[in-house]
């Protein structure tokens, strides 16, 4: 008997981990985010599972590139690893560019404990603070494929909760701390 896995029902057993989606463009601090919050969950006593999007690609081999169907191909692998991690039992705190509506939504769709956090900064910030430069570059025509500059990002239409990453990483992390906290106590 064949099934869609797409379509499987929802259910709420203990069991289920949750999932942090940290979602941003590049530089934006996404991956410091991700280890402070996989850090306080692990402290919390919780399995925690980090995926980074640019540890994910190095592991896929120079198989995807960064054009935006290679993106999109990514970003499904992950939601789809995310989703069976957390069915396992595993707090998954995934930090991806993540610039498609339809993952995001598959997300919410398909993931029990789903959280969608959107670690917002501008383009003109990015180009002053890249390490690599990738946004003045990508502005001049040196690269191609940039979200943000000549592919189109998709922001997020209604993240659970938005962070101002031009903050101290500190800020940043305290902030979705109390936002956690507050969701816990509402549950």
Known sequence: ME???????LTAPASRGCV????????????????????????????????????????FDGRFGHSVHDRHALAMI??????ELADQGHDVVCATVS?????????????FHYYEIWLRITIEELVVRHPKGLYARGRTG?????????????????????LDATLPPEGV???????LETRKEAA
């Open 3 to 9: 099934t869609d896995e797409d379509s499987i029902e």
């Open 20 to 59: 942090y989606w940290i979602t941003a463009l590049s530089g934006a601090g996404k991956t410091t985010l991700a280890r402070a919050l996989t850090a306080r969950l692990a402290t919390l006593g919780r399995s925690v599972v980090q995926i980074d999007g640019d540890v994910m690609r190095a592991i």
């Open 78 to 83: 992950y939601a789809r690893m995310s989703r």
């Open 99 to 111: 610039m498609f509506h339809d993952v995001r939504a598959w997300n919410r769709e398909n993931i």
């Open 142 to 162: 040196h690269i191609r494929h940039i979200p943000g500059i000549d592919i189109p990002l998709e922001e997020p239409e209604a993240p659970d909760v938005i």
């Open 173 to 179: 992390a305290a902030t979705l701390f109390e936002f």
